[in-house]
């Protein structure tokens, strides 16, 4: 699977950005964040139905996640940004692609050790 992720910038704090990360194939897609000199960090991640999300603490009730799964498209919704969001921030993928007759069903991953597939990453930056 490959991963293209877009829609970094700088924006303002209080304001809003959406990222989007466009796979080769039907996925179950996440994302992730590393700000300078920190560990990366689960951000949220969405299952292969785009029924299911989950979201890391720092950035639930701001930021959302959701697909559109004629694109193989994820897209990163964040709003109130503070900046404290400054991070490179990565798409990601487990296993795939998965046809779309295969039920498969995956609960909350958010270990980097449960992704297989990697964006380049895109460079979101919050000014005070």
């Known amino acids: 699977v490959q991963l293209q992720a877009s829609g970094g910038g700088l924006v303002q704090a209080g304001g809003s950005l959406r990222l989007s990360c466009a796979a080769s194939?039907?996925?179950?897609m996440g994302w992730f964040r590393q700000a300078p000199g920190k560990a990366r960090e689960f951000v949220a991640a969405?299952?292969?139905?785009?029924?299911?999300?989950y979201y890391g603490e720092s950035v639930n009730g701001r930021f959302t996640i959701s697909r559109d799964n004629a694109k193989n498209t994820v897209y990163l919704q964040m709003n109130r940004l503070r900046p404290e969001d400054t991070a490179v921030y990565y798409c990601?993928?487990?296993?795939?692609?998965?046809?779309?007759?295969?039920?498969?069903?995956?609960?909350?991953?958010?270990?980097?050790?449960?992704?297989?597939?990697w964006g380049q990453g895109t460079l979101v930056t919050v000014s005070s």
């Open positions: 969405i299952d292969l139905t785009g029924s299911s999300a």
């Open positions: 194939g039907r996925t179950y």
């Open positions: 990601t993928a487990h296993g795939g692609p998965y046809s779309d007759d295969v039920p498969v069903v995956f609960g909350r991953l958010d270990r980097e050790y449960e992704y297989h597939y």
